[in-house]
Protein backbone atom coordinates (compact mmCIF):
# COMPACT_ATOMS: atom_id res chain seq x y z
CA UNK A 1 0.00 0.00 0.00
CA UNK A 2 2.84 2.67 0.92
CA UNK A 3 4.48 2.09 -2.36
CA UNK A 4 1.31 2.56 -4.31
CA UNK A 5 1.04 6.14 -2.92
CA UNK A 6 4.41 6.91 -3.17
CA UNK A 7 3.92 5.77 -7.21
CA UNK A 8 0.63 7.86 -7.04
CA UNK A 9 2.14 10.84 -5.30
CA UNK A 10 4.93 10.60 -7.67
CA UNK A 11 2.25 10.16 -10.76
CA UNK A 12 0.06 13.59 -9.47
CA UNK A 13 3.66 15.45 -9.52
CA UNK A 14 4.32 14.25 -12.85
CA UNK A 15 1.06 15.45 -14.29
CA UNK A 16 1.38 18.69 -12.48
CA UNK A 17 4.35 19.75 -14.05
CA UNK A 18 3.61 18.84 -17.26
CA UNK A 19 0.51 20.50 -17.06
CA UNK A 20 2.27 23.93 -16.00
CA UNK A 21 0.97 23.87 -12.22
CA UNK A 22 5.18 24.37 -11.74
CA UNK A 23 5.88 26.44 -14.28
CA UNK A 24 8.05 29.11 -13.90
CA UNK A 25 7.10 32.60 -14.99
CA UNK A 26 9.67 34.17 -17.17
CA UNK A 27 10.82 37.20 -17.81
CA UNK A 28 12.80 38.88 -20.89
CA UNK A 29 15.29 41.54 -20.91
CA UNK A 30 17.09 42.96 -23.87
CA UNK A 31 19.01 45.88 -25.08
CA UNK A 32 22.33 48.31 -23.97
CA UNK A 33 25.40 46.41 -23.69
CA UNK A 34 26.05 49.11 -21.54
CA UNK A 35 23.50 47.83 -18.91
CA UNK A 36 24.12 43.73 -19.91
CA UNK A 37 26.44 43.07 -16.89
CA UNK A 38 24.69 44.99 -14.46
CA UNK A 39 21.09 43.38 -15.39
CA UNK A 40 22.68 39.67 -15.37
CA UNK A 41 24.01 40.35 -12.06
CA UNK A 42 20.28 41.56 -10.91
CA UNK A 43 18.48 38.44 -12.63
CA UNK A 44 20.83 35.72 -10.88
CA UNK A 45 19.88 37.21 -7.48
CA UNK A 46 16.17 37.91 -7.85
CA UNK A 47 16.10 34.28 -9.70
CA UNK A 48 18.28 32.87 -6.02
CA UNK A 49 15.94 34.75 -3.73
CA UNK A 50 12.66 34.39 -6.14
CA UNK A 51 11.94 30.57 -6.68
CA UNK A 52 9.40 29.84 -9.77
CA UNK A 53 11.03 33.04 -12.10
CA UNK A 54 13.13 32.85 -14.77
CA UNK A 55 14.97 35.61 -16.20
CA UNK A 56 16.60 35.94 -19.28
CA UNK A 57 18.98 38.53 -20.20
CA UNK A 58 20.50 39.53 -24.07
CA UNK A 59 21.98 42.16 -25.35
CA UNK A 60 22.57 43.68 -28.75
CA UNK A 61 22.87 47.18 -27.87
CA UNK A 62 19.95 50.12 -27.10
CA UNK A 63 18.49 50.20 -30.54
CA UNK A 64 17.79 46.86 -31.19
CA UNK A 65 16.30 46.40 -27.27
CA UNK A 66 13.67 48.97 -27.91
CA UNK A 67 12.82 47.45 -31.53
CA UNK A 68 12.19 44.61 -29.11
CA UNK A 69 9.57 46.14 -27.13
CA UNK A 70 7.56 47.59 -30.00
CA UNK A 71 8.16 44.36 -31.95
CA UNK A 72 6.61 42.57 -28.57
CA UNK A 73 9.37 39.82 -28.59
CA UNK A 74 10.64 41.48 -24.85
CA UNK A 75 9.13 42.14 -21.38
CA UNK A 76 12.07 44.84 -20.42
CA UNK A 77 14.43 46.94 -22.59
CA UNK A 78 17.47 47.54 -21.10
CA UNK A 79 18.72 51.35 -23.00
CA UNK A 80 21.55 53.89 -22.15
CA UNK A 81 20.14 56.44 -23.98
CA UNK A 82 16.18 57.99 -23.64
CA UNK A 83 13.82 56.70 -26.20
CA UNK A 84 13.13 58.86 -29.49
CA UNK A 85 9.89 60.10 -30.62
CA UNK A 86 9.93 58.03 -33.66
CA UNK A 87 10.35 55.25 -31.24
CA UNK A 88 7.80 56.22 -28.82
CA UNK A 89 5.35 56.68 -31.94
CA UNK A 90 5.80 53.14 -33.19
CA UNK A 91 5.25 51.42 -29.85
CA UNK A 92 2.01 53.52 -29.48
CA UNK A 93 0.89 52.59 -33.13
CA UNK A 94 0.98 49.20 -32.17
CA UNK A 95 0.42 48.41 -28.31
CA UNK A 96 -1.71 51.87 -27.80
CA UNK A 97 0.43 53.12 -25.03
CA UNK A 98 3.53 55.67 -25.13
CA UNK A 99 5.45 53.02 -22.96
CA UNK A 100 6.84 53.41 -18.98
CA UNK A 101 10.64 54.69 -18.67
CA UNK A 102 11.72 53.99 -15.62
CA UNK A 103 15.51 55.26 -14.71
CA UNK A 104 17.47 52.69 -13.04
CA UNK A 105 21.24 53.72 -12.43
CA UNK A 106 23.27 57.08 -13.27
CA UNK A 107 26.98 56.23 -15.45
CA UNK A 108 28.85 58.71 -16.48
CA UNK A 109 30.49 58.15 -20.31
CA UNK A 110 34.05 57.00 -19.42
CA UNK A 111 37.36 58.18 -21.89
CA UNK A 112 39.18 55.21 -22.27
CA UNK A 113 43.45 55.61 -22.67
CA UNK A 114 46.09 53.61 -23.17
CA UNK A 115 47.87 53.14 -19.58
CA UNK A 116 51.24 54.45 -21.46
CA UNK A 117 49.56 57.70 -22.92
CA UNK A 118 50.62 60.70 -21.03
CA UNK A 119 47.43 62.50 -21.62
CA UNK A 120 44.93 62.86 -18.82
CA UNK A 121 42.69 65.54 -19.47
CA UNK A 122 40.79 66.59 -22.30
CA UNK A 123 38.02 68.54 -22.87
CA UNK A 124 34.26 68.22 -24.65
CA UNK A 125 35.26 70.23 -27.47
CA UNK A 126 38.27 68.48 -28.29
CA UNK A 127 36.60 65.11 -27.83
CA UNK A 128 34.41 66.77 -30.66
CA UNK A 129 37.25 67.74 -33.17
CA UNK A 130 38.86 64.09 -32.17
CA UNK A 131 36.28 62.19 -33.18
CA UNK A 132 35.12 64.60 -36.32
CA UNK A 133 38.63 64.05 -37.32
CA UNK A 134 39.95 67.65 -36.61
CA UNK A 135 42.62 66.54 -34.21
CA UNK A 136 44.65 63.91 -35.44
CA UNK A 137 47.72 63.62 -33.49
CA UNK A 138 47.89 63.28 -29.60
CA UNK A 139 51.23 65.84 -30.11
CA UNK A 140 48.09 68.42 -30.31
CA UNK A 141 46.92 67.38 -27.32
CA UNK A 142 50.08 67.63 -25.49
CA UNK A 143 51.21 63.79 -25.54
CA UNK A 144 53.33 61.93 -28.10
CA UNK A 145 53.69 62.55 -31.84
CA UNK A 146 51.67 59.82 -32.84
CA UNK A 147 48.32 59.34 -34.69
CA UNK A 148 45.57 59.34 -32.68
CA UNK A 149 43.29 55.77 -32.99
CA UNK A 150 39.63 55.84 -32.48
CA UNK A 151 37.47 53.62 -31.18
CA UNK A 152 33.38 53.26 -30.80
CA UNK A 153 30.24 51.30 -31.07
CA UNK A 154 27.96 50.67 -33.52
CA UNK A 155 25.24 52.99 -34.06
CA UNK A 156 22.46 50.70 -33.10
CA UNK A 157 24.60 51.38 -29.62
CA UNK A 158 22.82 53.85 -27.19
CA UNK A 159 25.95 55.32 -26.05
CA UNK A 160 27.14 55.79 -30.04
CA UNK A 161 23.95 58.30 -30.10
CA UNK A 162 24.47 59.65 -26.45
CA UNK A 163 27.78 60.44 -27.47
CA UNK A 164 27.24 61.59 -31.01
CA UNK A 165 24.12 63.94 -29.67
CA UNK A 166 25.98 65.30 -26.97
CA UNK A 167 29.53 65.41 -27.75
CA UNK A 168 29.10 65.94 -31.63
CA UNK A 169 26.20 68.07 -31.63
CA UNK A 170 25.22 65.10 -34.10
CA UNK A 171 27.77 65.35 -36.82
CA UNK A 172 29.19 62.13 -38.09
CA UNK A 173 32.09 60.47 -36.80
CA UNK A 174 35.26 60.64 -39.01
CA UNK A 175 35.67 58.24 -41.65
CA UNK A 176 38.87 56.31 -39.39
CA UNK A 177 36.98 55.56 -36.34
CA UNK A 178 36.78 51.68 -36.00
CA UNK A 179 33.03 50.44 -34.83
CA UNK A 180 32.98 48.02 -32.43
CA UNK A 181 30.32 45.20 -31.62
CA UNK A 182 30.48 45.92 -28.04
CA UNK A 183 31.97 48.04 -24.90
CA UNK A 184 34.70 45.40 -24.00
CA UNK A 185 35.52 45.42 -27.79
CA UNK A 186 36.47 49.06 -27.19
CA UNK A 187 38.34 48.70 -24.36
CA UNK A 188 40.74 45.57 -25.32
CA UNK A 189 41.56 47.45 -28.28
CA UNK A 190 42.75 50.22 -26.46
CA UNK A 191 44.10 48.03 -24.25
CA UNK A 192 46.41 46.64 -26.75
CA UNK A 193 47.16 50.17 -28.76
CA UNK A 194 49.19 52.57 -27.32
CA UNK A 195 47.40 55.64 -29.52
CA UNK A 196 44.00 54.28 -29.14
CA UNK A 197 41.05 56.13 -27.53
CA UNK A 198 37.74 54.61 -27.03
CA UNK A 199 34.49 55.66 -25.27
CA UNK A 200 31.68 53.34 -22.67
CA UNK A 201 29.91 52.72 -19.45
CA UNK A 202 32.35 53.61 -16.56
CA UNK A 203 31.55 49.77 -15.40
CA UNK A 204 33.96 48.30 -18.01
CA UNK A 205 36.88 50.68 -16.87
CA UNK A 206 39.32 48.07 -16.07
CA UNK A 207 42.54 48.02 -17.61
CA UNK A 208 42.24 51.66 -19.04
CA UNK A 209 43.62 54.41 -18.07
CA UNK A 210 40.51 57.04 -17.54
CA UNK A 211 40.84 60.58 -18.87
CA UNK A 212 39.25 63.43 -17.11
CA UNK A 213 36.79 65.58 -19.01
CA UNK A 214 36.58 69.08 -19.07
CA UNK A 215 39.73 68.36 -15.42
CA UNK A 216 36.80 66.47 -13.99
CA UNK A 217 36.94 62.44 -13.36
CA UNK A 218 33.85 60.52 -13.36
CA UNK A 219 33.03 58.93 -9.70
CA UNK A 220 30.02 59.44 -7.37
CA UNK A 221 30.21 62.89 -6.38
CA UNK A 222 30.58 64.23 -9.75
CA UNK A 223 28.07 61.73 -11.92
CA UNK A 224 25.88 62.18 -8.86
CA UNK A 225 25.36 65.88 -9.03
CA UNK A 226 25.79 65.85 -12.99
CA UNK A 227 29.10 67.91 -12.71
CA UNK A 228 30.53 65.34 -14.92
CA UNK A 229 29.89 66.67 -18.40
CA UNK A 230 28.92 63.68 -19.95
CA UNK A 231 26.62 62.11 -17.22
CA UNK A 232 23.53 59.83 -18.03
CA UNK A 233 20.66 58.35 -17.02
CA UNK A 234 20.46 53.98 -17.57
CA UNK A 235 17.00 53.10 -18.17
CA UNK A 236 14.26 50.28 -18.42
CA UNK A 237 10.94 50.33 -20.52
CA UNK A 238 8.43 48.45 -20.25
CA UNK A 239 5.49 48.78 -22.64
CA UNK A 240 2.59 49.21 -20.40
CA UNK A 241 2.12 49.75 -16.16
CA UNK A 242 4.35 47.16 -14.83
CA UNK A 243 2.31 44.31 -12.76
CA UNK A 244 3.19 40.88 -11.30
CA UNK A 245 6.70 39.38 -11.23
CA UNK A 246 7.63 42.22 -13.35
CA UNK A 247 6.79 45.14 -11.23
CA UNK A 248 8.29 43.01 -8.18
CA UNK A 249 11.65 42.68 -9.93
CA UNK A 250 11.67 46.37 -10.67
CA UNK A 251 10.76 47.18 -7.38
CA UNK A 252 13.45 45.30 -6.17
CA UNK A 253 15.96 46.45 -8.84
CA UNK A 254 15.04 50.17 -7.35
CA UNK A 255 15.89 49.32 -3.64
CA UNK A 256 18.92 49.66 -1.46
CA UNK A 257 19.46 45.79 -2.50
CA UNK A 258 19.56 46.41 -6.01
CA UNK A 259 21.08 49.51 -5.86
CA UNK A 260 23.86 48.27 -3.80
CA UNK A 261 24.89 46.22 -7.03
CA UNK A 262 24.64 48.66 -9.13
CA UNK A 263 27.62 50.04 -7.43
CA UNK A 264 29.45 46.34 -7.10
CA UNK A 265 29.58 46.49 -10.99
CA UNK A 266 31.08 49.94 -11.33
CA UNK A 267 28.07 52.16 -12.15
CA UNK A 268 25.94 54.87 -9.82
CA UNK A 269 23.19 54.35 -7.80
CA UNK A 270 19.99 56.95 -8.07
CA UNK A 271 20.42 58.30 -4.90
Known sequence: MKNKIIGLAALVV???????????EKITIKGSDTIVILSQ????????????????VTGGGSGTGISALINGTTDICNASRPMKKSEIQKLKERFGTVGVEI??????????????????????????QIYTGKITNWKQLGGKDAKIILYSRENNSGTYVFFKDNILGGQDYAPSCQNLPG???????VTKDANGIGYGGHG??????????????????TIGNGSYPIS????????????????????????????????????????
Request: glycine residues 8%.
Open 14 to 24: SFLAFSGFFSE
Open 41 to 56: RWAEKFMSKNGGVSIQ
Open 103 to 128: PCAKDGITIYLNPSNPVSDISVSQLK
Open 183 to 189: TAAVVNA
Open 204 to 221: YSKGVKICKVNGIEPNKS
Open 232 to 271: RSLFMYVRNRPSGEIKKFIDWVLSAEGQKIVTDIGYFPLH
